[in-house]
């Protein structure tokens, strides 16, 4: 069990997870097996402009989760980075 319950993605299965979806591979659950992952925000289609809110990685079979931050098309917009040049 992760934090306040939630049981969550060992670190090597929610990096394995994260990368299939940067990639836009089909999401198999790393800990059952199964290809019952869902994802939110709904994958956007290639074409759009993605955008840089949290995404959810949840199987409905073993309930474990995982979540990150797409990374930015341009390192200097990302949330993680010191520098901001609008501010």
Same mark, same amino acid.
Not at 2 to 27: M, S, Y
Not at 39 to 62: F, M
């Given at each position: 069990? !992760?934090?306040? !319950?939630? %049981?969550?993605?060992?670190? $090597?299965? &929610?990096?394995?997870?994260? +990368?299939?979806? =940067?990639?836009? %591979?089909?999401?198999?659950?790393?800990?059952?097996? *199964?290809?019952?992952? *869902?994802? /939110?925000? %709904?994958?956007?289609? $290639?074409? +759009? *402009?993605?955008?840089?809110? =949290?995404?959810?990685?949840?199987?409905? %079979?073993?309930?474990?989760?995982? &979540?990150?931050? @797409?990374? +930015?098309?341009?390192? /200097?917009? /990302?949330?993680? /980075?010191?520098?901001? @040049?609008?501010?």
């Amino acid at each position: 069990m !992760g934090r306040r !319950g939630i %049981k969550e993605f060992r670190a $090597p299965e &929610a990096l394995a997870l994260v +990368a299939a979806d =940067r990639d836009r %591979k089909p999401l198999v659950c790393p800990s059952c097996g *199964t290809e019952s992952i *869902t994802r /939110s925000p %709904k994958r956007p289609s $290639p074409s +759009a *402009t993605p955008e840089l809110a =949290r995404i959810d990685l949840h199987c409905s %079979k073993c309930g474990r989760s995982a &979540a990150y931050l @797409p990374s +930015a098309p341009d390192p /200097s917009r /990302s949330p993680e /980075s010191p520098y901001h @040049p609008d501010d």
